[in-house]
């Protein structure tokens, strides 16, 4: 039997639009903004930018069209949402304070429980307002997390031994790619955020991570490899994953390998850094010590990689918890530090960012037809990077998430 209030409901869900993306998507007009074009490292005077349907439509609107929401940036810099590499986020708060920095699309890089999966469809289906997050699950390694078999409980004749042989790793990483991962994530080589821990130890054969790429290829994923050691790094270089997270002690012949076979770089300097000083996400006196040799290090390793022409993408390699102090911009700031101009050092966060996530043409800069995911600066990142640690105001797939300081004449969106 048909109620009157169910035939409405029928009737009101007919009536709803589907949602593409973002449920929360709205229009937006945004006046007198200088919007910083990262293909070209130019800026325009101020100008009007249109969004509709949580895209970008038109830049440089002839008029200014009538929206429920216009923002005036009185000349202010309009640069792309930044894209994060390389993060541990596993709650919505958390998540909520990386997109209030101005990051709008981050990476999973492990998660337990596939938490990281779960947040992306709530974010795609609008019901969290987050970063747009690529997922990966857990890390194929050799002593997998014990939270890795609660999930997969079928995999339990692998619990308490090493995840290791071609026949060990391809189950594994079939068990991830199951769940339905953006990218599947292995440990090339130890890690570096124990203080028991020795990161240059290599973990995987050649062999073996060849075995992890081609059963990820076969579902169409790529691989991202945490590598500190130059063997593991080259070893997965060589197995064609598609980046290798850290690199400390990567040599300038794996370098140059990297340019051939076209592996990105996420060296993830500014975390290495946090090491080093008390509080944040590593706060140990023995790693404290670690962080003050590895330090120089990788910083030595991303500028030669710059010089050489690898592609290097920015990451902070945080949980975005409350206790971090590392953010997006601290990272841009390390790359302009190893002899990247302002423009190459945004596009590590933007568009070479978007090209290893495969989301070119969707994020990654502003131009007509991509998400609106947009950040406001006082100043001209093209001048000075530095300026992307005081971002402005945040706008997530066309909806105005954060809007701070002072907005002379102004009432701030809320
Ligand atoms: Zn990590």
């Not at 692998?158 to 769940?179: C, F, K, N, P, W």
């Not at 949980?319 to 002899?339: N, R, V």
């Not at 995911?373 to 001048?383: A, K, S």
């Amino acid at each position: 039997m048909t109620t009157a209030r169910q035939a409405a409901l029928a009737i009101a869900i007919a009536l709803t639009p589907i949602a593409t993306g973002n449920a929360a998507a709205q229009d937006l007009v945004i006046t007198n903004a200088r919007v910083v074009d990262v293909n070209d490292g130019t800026v325009s005077e101020p100008t009007t930018v249109v969004v509709e349907g949580g895209r970008i439509t038109v830049i440089a609107a002839a008029e200014v069209p009538e929206s429920a929401t216009t923002v005036d940036l009185v000349g202010r810099y309009l640069a792309p949402g930044l894209l994060d590499a390389h993060v541990h986020v596993s709650s919505a708060a958390d998540a909520r304070r990386a997109l209030l920095q101005g990051v709008t699309t981050m990476r999973s890089m492990g998660t337990s429980h596939y938490v990281d999966v779960g947040m992306r469809e709530l974010q795609a289906a609008g019901h969290l307002e987050v970063p747009q997050y690529l997922a990966a699950g857990y890390h194929v390694r050799p002593p997998a997390a014990e939270a890795f078999f609660q999930d997969h409980p079928e995999l339990g004749h692998l619990y308490g031994q090493d995840v290791r042989g071609g026949e060990a790793v391809r189950a594994m990483t079939r068990a991830i790619v199951s769940r339905g991962v953006d990218f599947v994530k292995t440990n090339a080589t130890e890690r570096a955020g124990l203080p028991d821990t020795d990161p240059r130890r290599q973990f995987y054969s050649e062999a073996e991570l060849r075995t992890i790429v081609e059963e990820a290829r076969r579902a169409g994923i790529p691989v991202a490899a945490h590598a500190h050691g130059d063997a593991g790094a080259r070893a997965a270089v060589l197995a064609g994953v598609r980046s290798i997270e850290h690199g400390t002690y990567i040599s300038p012949e794996t370098l140059a390998t990297m340019v051939e076979m076209g592996t990105y770089l996420v060296p993830t300097i500014a975390i290495v850094s946090d090491l080093t000083i008390p509080g944040g996400d590593y706060d140990n006196a023995v790693l404290n010590i670690r962080g003050r040799h590895m330090l120089p290090r990788v910083r030595e390793m991303a500028r030669n990689a710059h010089e050489m022409g690898v592609k290097i993408v920015a990451a902070t390699d945080t949980g975005y918890g409350p206790e971090s102090t590392t953010t997006l911009a601290h990272e841009l700031i390390e790359f302009a530090g190893i002899g990247m101009t302002p423009l190459e050092a945004l596009r590590s966060a933007t568009t070479t960012a978007a090209e290893l996530f495969g989301l070119e043409g969707r994020v990654g800069a502003i131009a007509p037809g991509l998400e609106a995911d947009l950040i406001v600066l006082e100043h001209n990142p093209l001048d000075d990077i530095a300026v992307v640690q005081d971002v402005l105001m945040v706008v997530s797939d066309g909806k105005v998430v954060v809007q701070r300081g002072d907005w002379p004449g102004q009432r701030p969106v809320s």
